[in-house]
């Protein structure tokens, strides 16, 4: 795992989207797994600037899904394919052809699940996968005690994750209790994992997820097992590290070709 200590979250989101811009170069047609949420943000529109300045050709990128919500009806602004497709997909200039997700109002949600995780293995893998951290530690909708091995399934969100998400709704009642995520076992298949975490809010999340045990109560920490995760984090973040000063010499001694 390689701990990436930025300034701020628009110095992450640089450098986040010069990796995927990196990779895009290599393989035009990646399959880009994204987030939501506000943390991701800062990537977007660094590669949407990218795009508009002509640094950057993303016509034959693919993007999917990490999770949905369960319930909301199809079109409703604040599922997750409502805002992907208005914070990454339209930005970059993609059609809706190019962008794959689970399907939150299938009569058979477990059927669903199943036929997602069948749909990323068919397409080729994940390229690379965006995530964010919750609070508690969770990585897409995976709560604490979530199996490690998990695939594409069904989860009840708890209290807290429907407060943190209740900002995006007009009350913390429309927020619904059900999601569809990735499993930590099929977000571990992603070929390179990428968490961008901000805030001093996150701090003791990702201190247990980089510096204690892997565990299931931190589903985060299970990023330890991946052969290319990186963390990037800003000061705030990155304030209850005790390694953060290895962190900070590690990174600025890496080699010129190693890519992030």
Not at 123 to 135: H, K, M, P, R, Y
Not at 219 to 238: G, I, Y
Request: charged content about 20%; glycine content about 8%; aromatic content about 4%.
């Amino acid at each position: 795992m390689e701990i990436v200590i930025v300034p701020d979250a628009a110095a992450g989101g640089e450098l986040i989207a010069a990796s995927i811009a990196d990779l895009l170069t290599r393989k035009p047609d990646a399959l880009l797994g994204v987030a939501t949420g506000s943390t991701p943000l800062p990537i977007y529109e660094a590669l949407a600037a990218r795009v508009s300045g002509g640094s950057l050709d993303t016509s034959r990128a693919r993007i999917c899904q990490l999770d949905e919500y369960v319930g909301l009806p199809t079109g409703h602004p604040e599922s997750y394919r409502s805002v992907v497709l208005r914070e990454v997909v339209e930005p970059l200039g993609l059609t809706e052809s190019s962008f794959m997700g689970p399907d939150g109002a299938a009569e058979d949600i477990a059927a669903a699940c199943t036929d997602y995780d069948r749909a990323l293995a068919e397409a080729g893998g994940v390229d690379l996968q965006l995530l964010g951290i919750g609070t508690d530690g969770h990585i897409g909708f995976n709560e604490p005690c979530s199996s490690l091995a998990s695939r594409t399934r069904i989860k009840t969100l708890t209290r807290q994750t429907r407060v943190d998400n209740a900002r995006f709704f007009d009350s913390l009642d429309q927020v619904p209790h059900h999601v569809i995520t990735q499993g930590i076992g099929t977000i571990l298949e992603a070929r390179h994992l990428v968490l961008l975490a901000t805030g001093e809010a996150k701090a003791e999340a990702v201190a247990l997820t980089v510096e204690g045990p892997v565990s299931a109560v931190v589903p985060a920490s299970a990023l330890q097992l991946h052969p290319h995760a990186t963390v990037v984090v800003d000061e705030a973040a990155a304030s209850g590290l005790k390694l953060a000063d290895y962190f900070r010499a590690t990174y600025a001694a890496k080699p010129s070709w190693q890519l992030l």
